[in-house]
């Protein structure tokens, strides 16, 4: 697979990881925030969960060579 951009939302209790969603599975900003709220509504952190979200970035740039 190619680059791709996508956000990943992670899942720790008490500071240690439990699981992320799959990559590049979200690529929307628009979903990743439905899916965080989500997340943050199942996982509360009062009792003890951090739901937190990264973008990925790919990005390909051209390059030119003098001949």
Known sequence: MGMVSYYRINVAKNGYYLFATEQPGITS???AKEVFDL???KFPESEGYEVSCTYWR???IEVKFNK
Request: glycine share 22%.
């Open 29 to 31: 900003e628009e979903s």
């Open 39 to 41: 997340f943050q509504e």
């Open 58 to 60: 790919g990005e390909g």
